[in-house]
């Protein structure tokens, strides 16, 4: 084998990454066990708030050493491989920036009636299209005001250098577009500075181009109201004087002198055998710990008594010790000690050391040295009467990155008349003192005052990059445009839901890992064992691909591994078949392995690519759970063509350098002979086979028909929806109709959840209405209607139910914006995968014929699965259609398409070989029967896995294993009976041979 030791350094080189990378997952989940024990309450059960108290205490502290290398759980949180939402619970948000709050800011909150009826109408209009608000906006003013301008709405002194009385329609168009691009982008800054204060929950958050929206995952929270409250709440923009040193020392020394006392009564406890001398909410021999490195529980007091000694002698107290420089009107400190700090400031005696005029607040981010330290501020700001700032955002009319006169990054900003007189003043009074802008209680930027500004336009210059002076200038502009959001998509689950996901995802993994395991070996025997040593390596790989590229696995995510398990095999099927057909044709155990390679190679090659494509485009077009399942659908394609084709060579190699006498085998005695010499006319039945699809997808038609359609979620039609479950089993049926009341007789659906105790139910009760005050109306209006219903009390959320009582597992809402939104993104992804499947296929085969023949297979395999549910749906079998659906149909078409180019490429093979004019299907008859045994391996053991899913991968995921199901059972069916015909029946009735081989 050419190049067998640059298989072998990179697959050593991926190993040993794998391992580096997925080892942080290991010591995250120790940290995360050790938190859950120290929260596990005597009855068993865990206080979730607790557990976060202890993660958030270690979150700078080093949990793991790595060769020497000592890393905080926040750096370990960051590579590891963490949990999607479904997995562990939390909660998963899309925002809107509210654009018609946004040109109404703009226009001065204009009175005009048909403005405000042009917004009312594109707010409408904006639910069912994919224009922008802004366009539908002008649409609608100028459908209501036939010639109508505009401008002199935004003409006003906010916007004076941006549009003026005389500007067009289009111009103003043009303005509006530039400032909610801008809002939006200050709303996503603003956010991510909030979000990322979570801390241990490891927070995800992204813009969605082009859609105005900002969607979040917060994974183990456990405070949805909160949540809701810090990301829609209004940006508190603020400026502050910087205090100067001689005001807050004396503080800062007599916090330190008290906890000096503390240490040594604490020392002095420690050496008598009494470690509760002490009261206060933070222990002091923790504080020793912190400033000795000791261990407070330690038994060597001396030890101890040692250190301590030696901390108080070098005058290294607990809140000094820290300290790395200072600055006026600021605390240097390393970043890894700020939750020691916040520990020490939070205190309420040490509250109370504080001057009531002295408030401290930490910078926005830290410094970054050379040698890799970290350092960040701790400002101390002066207090005004009754705590209020020396001045509020709404005082700023604008901002802008610019260049200050050394070429250097700086910052514009301007005043409205009355913030110039108050900042002429403010700045007059401050000189040579530091101002702070401060937003969300964090300081950005704490800039000097050269001298008094009396226009109200000043220059922030400091060491500013340009992404930071940008950012700086968005800031700014937050005080003078509001940009409130809105949360249009929503979806909470409980850490309950989210432990039995993983247990299911676990089963499936290892159920069908198993299955395919025995398979692979009782049929290719020493082969089938290469095989599975490279699925093994295969399932390694993804995982450690995930946790390099920081991703999240989800239960769709195990999903996909399930699925590339059963599809994985396939690269192998291709090349024992191929070699055992080259060993029939009496070729030499290592000529026959070097030719099936050789051989295969092709029909792998375009197999992977087809299905990469299409996971390319749920991955570009998909949404939510849906990228999720993309990523790791194409990290398994990826990784599942080296393992197969290029490490099971290498092992190949090693097994065989014997040749003949090595022993290796590629089938039992039972297996040997299977499917060897097939001779089925199978395109002599093709007018059955389209008979019966015809009859088959008519039948689903006419179900679709009398049901109304399929059983669309929330997904797709909008609403809101609830997972609860109870202490005993309850009847759907019976629910349904008692809840219809209590949801004013809107759309209600209630059905069976997983167990005959848990219910999903979904309403489409004030869909319209995307406010909390909504949310909050329609779980009151379900609570009121279960206990009313049931006679049992609610228990809470994300809650184990007692008896007499039921709980909310997990809530999700999708708003009718959004549905028609997912309902148009799937649309394009199914389009756009046929158009490029049949570009692909036109290229790699160059006649039209095959690609008509494989899309017109593909779209037989998706209205066929349709037709199954539909079917299914009118014998009382209800699956839902979600984002979840639509990946398997796209699925199903990569895995139909995959089969289909093996049979292509065969035919391919066999018109290459041809030497005289044969009937055209006879040649197609070859390849079919030459590849069946392939394709029947193939679908079987990828049919195993998805059974295995449908059985134990959970409710969440019963739509997309059904689905899989039908479509790797009709995949078969349309490569053999559907796409090969249709090329039959498009091209002429015989086969011409190669015109230089004729002239031989």
Same mark, same amino acid.
């Given at each position: ?130 224009? +922008? ?135 002095? +406890? ?180 050269? +001298? ?86 295969? #399932? ?389 029967? +030459? ?34 199901? #039908? ?34």
């Amino acid at each position: 084998m050419r190049n067998k030791g640059l298989v072998v350094s990179l697959t050593i080189i991926i190993t040993l990454l794998c391992i580096y990378y997925l080892s942080f997952t290991w010591a995250s989940q120790r940290v995360k066990n050790e938190a859950t024990q120290y929260a596990t309450e005597q009855s068993g059960k865990i206080n979730y708030g607790k557990q976060q108290q202890y993660l958030d205490s270690v979150w700078k502290e080093p949990v793991f050493n790595l060769f020497g290398a000592e890393y905080t759980l926040q750096e370990v949180k960051e590579t590891e491989l963490s949990l999607g939402l479904d997995l562990q619970g939390g909660m998963h948000v899309t925002l809107e920036v509210s654009p018609s709050a946004i040109i109404e800011g703009l226009s001065g909150y204009s009175k005009d009636e048909n403005f405000k009826k042009a917004l009312e109408q594109a707010r409408e209009e904006q639910k069912s299209s994919q224009s +922008s608000f802004v366009s539908l906006f002008v649409d609608a003013y100028e459908g209501l005001v036939p010639n109508g301008n505009l401008a002199p709405f935004f003409a006003n002194s906010k916007n004076r250098d941006k549009v003026n009385a005389s500007s067009s329609n289009q111009e103003v168009q043009k303005f509006l577009d530039t400032e909610m691009n801008l809002a939006i982008d200050r709303a996503f800054n603003i956010l991510r500075t909030r979000v990322d204060r979570f801390g241990t929950s490891q927070p995800n958050i992204q813009k969605l181009e082009g859609t105005g929206r900002i969607q979040i995952e917060l994974p183990g929270v456990d405070n949805p109201a909160r949540v809701r409250k810090l990301l829609q709440g209004v940006a508190n923009l603020q400026f502050w004087v910087v205090s100067t040193p001689d005001k807050y020392q004396s503080a800062v020394m007599a916090i330190n002198q008290k906890l000096v006392d503390e240490l040594q009564m604490a020392s002095k +406890s420690t050496l008598d055998g009494d470690t509760s001398a002490v009261a206060g909410e933070v222990a002091p021999e923790d504080e020793l710990a912190s400033l000795t490195g000791a261990d407070s529980t330690s038994t060597d007091s001396t030890k101890v008594a040692q250190e301590l000694d030696s901390a108080l002698n070098a005058q290294a107290s607990p809140l000094l010790s820290l300290l790395k420089n200072a600055t006026p009107g600021a605390l240097v400190y390393d970043l890894n000690d700020t939750s020691k700090i916040n520990r020490i400031l939070n205190r309420p005696d040490v509250k109370a050391l504080i001057p009531r005029d002295i408030k401290f607040l930490w910078e926005v981010k830290p410094q970054k040295l050379d040698n890799g330290d970290e350092l960040i501020s701790l400002f101390a700001l002066e207090v005004g009467r009754n705590g209020q700032p020396a001045l509020s955002g709404d005082v700023v009319k604008g901002a802008n990155q610019q260049f200050d006169r050394t070429g250097h990054p700086a910052v514009g900003m301007s005043m409205t008349a009355p913030g110039a007189r108050k900042w002429k003043r403010l700045t007059g009074q401050n000189i040579n003192r530091r101002i702070a802008i401060v937003l969300d209680d964090y300081v950005y930027s704490a800039p000097n005052v050269q +001298s008094e500004i009396p226009n109200g336009n000043s220059e922030i210059t400091g060491n500013f990059t340009l992404e930071e002076a940008k950012d700086l200038a968005n800031i700014l502009r937050s005080g003078s445009l509001p940009a409130p959001t809105r949360i249009v998509e929503e979806a909470i689950v409980g850490p309950t839901l989210g432990k039995e996901a993983q247990n299911q995802g676990l089963t499936s993994i290892f159920a069908g890992l198993a299955v395919v395991v025995l398979f692979m070996f009782a049929y290719y025997a020493k082969g089938g064992l290469v095989a599975n040593i490279a699925l093994v390596f295969n #399932i390694f790989f993804i995982l450690g691909v995930l946790a390099n590229l920081q991703a999240a696995l989800t239960l769709p995510g195990i999903a996909g591994i399930v699925l590339t398990i059963g599809m994985s095999i396939d690269a192998n099927v291709l090349i024992f078949e191929r070699i055992r057909e080259e060993l029939r044709n009496g070729l030499s155990l290592t000529n026959a392995i070097s030719k099936g390679y050789s051989k295969a190679f092709s029909s792998i090659f375009d197999a992977n690519v087809t299905t990469f494509l299409v996971a390319a485009i749920l991955y570009v077009l998909g949404l939510g759970p849906v990228k999720g399942f993309a990523i790791t659908l194409m990290i398994g394609i990826a990784t599942s063509f080296f393992t197969a084709v290029f490490v099971t060579r290498v092992i190949m190699s090693w097994m065989t350098k014997k040749g003949n006498a090595s022993n290796m085998s590629f089938a039992l005695p039972w297996s040997k002979d299977v499917m060897v010499g097939a001779n089925f006319d199978f395109l002599g039945k093709r007018k059955m086979a389209y008979t019966f699809s015809i009859a088959f997808i008519a039948l689903g038609i006419v179900a679709l028909v009398i049901k109304g359609g399929l059983n669309m979620g929330v997904d797709f039609k909008g609403g809101r929806s609830y997972v609860v479950q109870f202490d005993q089993p309850v009847s759907a049926t019976s629910l349904k109709t008692s809840l219809m009341g209590s949801f004013n007789n809107e759309g209600t659906e209630v059905k069976t959840f997983g167990a005959n105790n848990t219910l999903k139910i979904t309403t489409t009760f004030m869909i319209n209405d995307d406010t909390d005050a909504a949310d909050e109306t329609v779980k009151n209006a379900l609570v009121a209607g279960l206990e009313k219903a049931t006679n049992e009390k609610f228990a809470g959320e994300g809650v184990n139910p007692k008896a007499g009582e039921f709980s909310i597992q997990s809530s999700s809402k999708v708003g009718a914006t959004i549905a028609d939104d997912i309902k148009t993104s799937s649309l394009e992804a199914g389009v756009l995968a046929l158009i490029v499947l049949f570009l692909y296929i036109l290229l790699r085969f160059r006649k039209l014929q095959f690609s008509a023949g494989a899309v017109v297979a593909l779209t037989h395999d998706v209205l066929f699965v349709i037709s199954a549910f539909a079917i299914a749906r009118l014998f009382g079998v209800d699956f839902e259609i979600d984002q979840v659906f639509v990946a398997a149909i796209l699925t199903i078409v990569g895995y139909s398409i995959n089969d289909t180019v093996v049979v292509f490429d065969r035919i391919r093979e066999e018109l290459g070989a041809t030497v005289r004019k044969v009937n055209r299907i006879e040649v197609f008859n070859r390849a079919i029967n +030459s590849t069946i045994s392939r394709t029947l391996i193939t679908s079987l053991t990828t049919f195993i896995v998805v059974m295995i899913l449908l059985i134990f991968g959970g409710e969440v995921l019963r739509s997309f294993s059904f689905a899989m199901v #039908i479509g790797v059972l009709i995949g078969t069916y349309s490569s053999i009976f559907i796409a090969t015909p249709v090329v039959i029946d498009l091209t002429k009735d015989e086969v011409e041979p190669k015109k230089e081989t004729a002239k031989k």
